[in-house]
C-alpha cells in the first residue's frame, strides 16, 4: 500500500478569507484544495497540478493549483441567487452544490511539453467517489481518496472568540509487486450480464480500503489528531513507515517578470489605448472624492437616491478639471454584488 495524507490550516483560512465565501461555499473549495494537494504533491518534476469542476449547479466553478515545490492557490465562482435557494432548502451536499458537469485533473510539465488532462464527469456523486473513479480510469491503480472540511469555533491566546478552517485527506493506493494481484473485479456489463465476475478483490487490498473507510470526518480536520497518530490507528497491526512531512503554502505563482512577458505581447497602439483608459479612471476617481459619499438621506417621508445624484454631477464638468470631458461610468454592476468571486492576482 502506498499513500499520502494532508491535513491544512492557516493556510486554507488564509485562501477561504480572501474572498469571503459563504460556509457551503468555503467547504466545498476546501476539499478540492486538500484533494490538488494530496495528488500535486507527489509529482516528481517541476510542473504544475490542477484540479478543476465546471458544472451547472449554484458553484458553477472551482479551481485549484498546486505548483511544484509547494505553492498553492484557489478559486471558487458562484451564483448566490441559486446558493441562497439552495440553503434555504438544505440542498448543501457537494454534490448538490456543484451539479452536473465535469471533473478535469490537469498536469504541466512547463512549456517544452504538453499538458495531459483526464476528465471525469460530476455525476450528482461526492468527490472522493469521483476522485477514485478517475484513478481506476486513467491510471488502473486502486484507490480510495478521503476528504472532509470542518468549521473551528474557538478563542485565541487572548480568550477572545476566533473562528478557523481545518481541512485533512487521504488516499491510499493498492501496488503489489505481483502484477496479477493488481486485477480488479469487471465492470457490470449492462443487459444481459449475469453478473459473474472471474476476478475477485485482493485480500490485502479489501482490508486496506475496509480500514479506510473507518475514517471519521472528525479525525482528518481534528487539530489534536496529527496524519502521524491517524495512520497509527488505521494500520498498528500491519505496520505503516511515515516520511518527512512537506508544507505548502498560499502563494500566487505571479512575478514581475511574467507581467513584462504578457506586456510584450501587445502592440504599442493597445498599450496606449490602456493608458488613455487609465487616465479616464483617474479622472473619475478625482470625481468622486468630491462628492458625497452618503447612501441615502431621510427628508420629508422620502429617501433620497444619492447614486443618481452622484451620476448627474459627474455628468457635469468639474471646476478641477477645466477642459476635460464629462465623465459618467458605463460600466456594468459590480459582478461581486452578484455573488460572483474574483480572484486576487495571478
Given at each position: 500500500m502506498r499513500g499520502r495524507a494532508v491535513q491544512l490550516g492557516p493556510m486554507l483560512d488564509a485562501i477561504l478569507e480572501r474572498h469571503h465565501y459563504p460556509a457551503p461555499v468555503a467547504r466545498l473549495l476546501a476539499e478540492v484544495v486538500v484533494l490538488t494537494v494530496l495528488l500535486g504533491t507527489s509529482?516528481?518534476?517541476d510542473g504544475k497540478f490542477t484540479v478543476q469542476t465546471k458544472g451547472d449547479g449554484p458553484v458553477d466553478l472551482l479551481v485549484a493549483d498546486f505548483s511544484t515545490p509547494e505553492n498553492v492557490r484557489a478559486y471558487a465562482r458562484f451564483d448566490q441567487a441559486l446558493l441562497n435557494k439552495a440553503i434555504e432548502s438544505g440542498e448543501t451536499e457537494p454534490e448538490q452544490l456543484l451539479g452536473k458537469g465535469i471533473l478535469a485533473f490537469t498536469i504541466d510539465r512547463g512549456k517544452f511539453s504538453q499538458p495531459y488532462r483526464g476528465i471525469v464527469p460530476l455525476d450528482g456523486t461526492t468527490l472522493e467517489d469521483i476522485a477514485g473513479v478517475y484513478f481506476r480510469q486513467s491510471e488502473q491503480i486502486p484507490t480510495r481518496v478521503r476528504l472532509a472540511a470542518a468549521e473551528l469555533f474557538d478563542r485565541d491566546d487572548a480568550g477572545k472568540p476566533?473562528?478557523?478552517?481545518?481541512?485533512?485527506?487521504?488516499?491510499?493506493?493498492f501496488l503489489?509487486?505481483?502484477?496479477?494481484?493488481?486485477?480488479?473485479?469487471?465492470?457490470?456489463?449492462?443487459?444481459?450480464?449475469?453478473?459473474?465476475?472471474p476476478h475477485g478483490e485482493d485480500d490485502a487490498r479489501l482490508e486496506a480500503r475496509s480500514l479506510v473507510e473507518t475514517i471519521d470526518a472528525d479525525e482528518l480536520t481534528d487539530p489534536l489528531v496529527g496524519t502521524e497518530r491517524l495512520l497509527f490507528?488505521?494500520?498498528?497491526?500491519?505496520?505503516?513507515?511515515?516520511?518527512?512531512?512537506?508544507?505548502?503554502?498560499?502563494?500566487?505563482?505571479?512575478?514581475?517578470?511574467?507581467?513584462?512577458?504578457v506586456l510584450k505581447g501587445f502592440s504599442a497602439e493597445e498599450i496606449e489605448a490602456s493608458q488613455e483608459k487609465r487616465r479616464n479612471r483617474r479622472h473619475l476617481r478625482i470625481?468622486?472624492?468630491?462628492?458625497?459619499?452618503?447612501?441615502?438621506?431621510?427628508?420629508?417621508g422620502r429617501i433620497v437616491d444619492t447614486t443618481a445624484v452622484r451620476l448627474a454631477?459627474?455628468?457635469?464638468?468639474?471646476p478641477n478639471l477645466a477642459g476635460a470631458e464629462p465623465l459618467v461610468s458605463t460600466r456594468p454592476a459590480d459582478p461581486r454584488k452578484n455573488g460572483a468571486k474574483v480572484p486576487a492576482g495571478g
Open positions: 509529482l516528481k518534476f476566533r473562528h478557523r478552517w481545518r481541512a485533512g485527506g487521504l488516499v491510499a493506493q503489489p509487486e505481483a502484477p496479477e494481484r493488481m486485477r480488479q473485479p469487471d465492470l457490470h456489463g449492462g443487459d444481459g450480464d449475469t453478473g459473474s465476475r490507528r488505521l494500520f498498528h497491526e500491519r505496520g505503516v513507515r511515515v516520511y518527512e512531512p512537506r508544507a505548502v503554502f498560499d502563494r500566487c505563482s505571479c512575478s514581475r517578470d511574467k507581467i513584462k512577458g470625481l468622486l472624492d468630491h462628492l458625497p459619499l452618503r447612501a441615502g438621506r431621510a427628508s420629508a454631477r459627474m455628468a457635469a464638468p468639474h
